[in-house]
């Protein structure tokens, strides 16, 4: 892996010059078309609209079922609300900002806040859908695609990406845990009837995208870790100061 410039670190870079339909594109394409046949299909009343409707009818209507399920599921979906994860998310970052004494978590976790909500709250405005028989009234957002699921999935997903950019030997525990608790909070959601399946579906899916295109391609706002910068904090050091130091003791 290639030794990257301090001031590239946080994706300041050419990203306009750079061949975006290279590597690394796959993924984003392969989400984007995911997300636009799916919002399609709940928008024109597809076939998904019967799979959402066997879903909610399946399920135990709201209150019924095991008491215990019914008590997590109301304890994840609050400990879940947006406005709290992303109030969690954001003051872990200053906290880490203040502990490194560089900006660089605060400017890679709050893209990412404002990107999921502007995208959440269109998405929702745009298709007005409403939610399963019971749900909360909507007013002028709709329930797709479900604001908790995405919000679940982008704020540990950054919090995640952060620990591995200095630790990357926990990536793979990292990635288990958002993917966990994303999977939970979606099922918490149906459990209570406050969503239908696409919701959630597509939450995860904006969820993902957001996560690909800002941390992965193109824009890298925290870039993977170099063999020469794995001990120093991103956009602190030098390439003078991870250098080997000449050894005083070794003789001309």
């Known amino acids: 892996m290639d030794t990257q410039a301090p001031g590239k670190r946080l994706g300041v870079r050419n990203v306009f010059g750079r061949r975006l339909w290279g590597a690394g594109s796959t993924g984003a394409v392969v989400l984007a078309l995911g997300l636009a046949v799916l919002t399609t299909l709940v928008a024109t009343g597809g076939p998904t609209v019967g799979l959402d409707r066997w879903v909610d009818e399946t399920l135990p209507r709201r209150g019924g079922g095991p008491a215990p399920l019914h008590f997590v599921a109301e304890a994840i979906t609050t400990v879940a609300n947006p406005p709290v994860t992303v109030a969690l998310l954001l003051i872990a970052a200053v ?13 890679a976790a709050a893209p990412a806040v404002a990107v999921l909500t502007v995208t959440v709250l269109l998405g929702k405005w745009l298709l007005a859908r409403p939610g399963p028989p019971g749900s909360d009234p909507v007013h002028f957002f709709g329930a797709y695609p479900s604001g908790h699921t995405a919000t679940a999935l982008v704020c540990t997903g950054t919090l995640a990406v952060l620990v591995t950019r200095r630790h990357p030997q926990y990536r793979r525990g990292l990635t288990l845990a958002v993917t966990g608790w994303t ?70």
Not at 95 to 107: M, N
Not at 194 to 208: E, M
């Open 95 to 107: 906290l880490w900002a203040i502990r490194s004494r560089t900006l660089w978590p605060v400017l």
């Open 183 to 252: 999977t939970l909070v979606a099922w918490s959601l149906l459990w209570l009837h406050f969503h239908w399946l696409c919701d959630v579906l597509g939450g995860a899916l904006l969820g993902a995208l957001l996560l690909w295109l800002l941390y992965r391609w193109p824009w890298y706002l925290v870039a993977p870790p170099s063999r020469r910068s794995e001990g120093t904090d991103v956009g602190t050091g030098s390439q003078e100061s991870v250098a080997p130091r000449p050894d005083p003791t070794r003789s001309r």
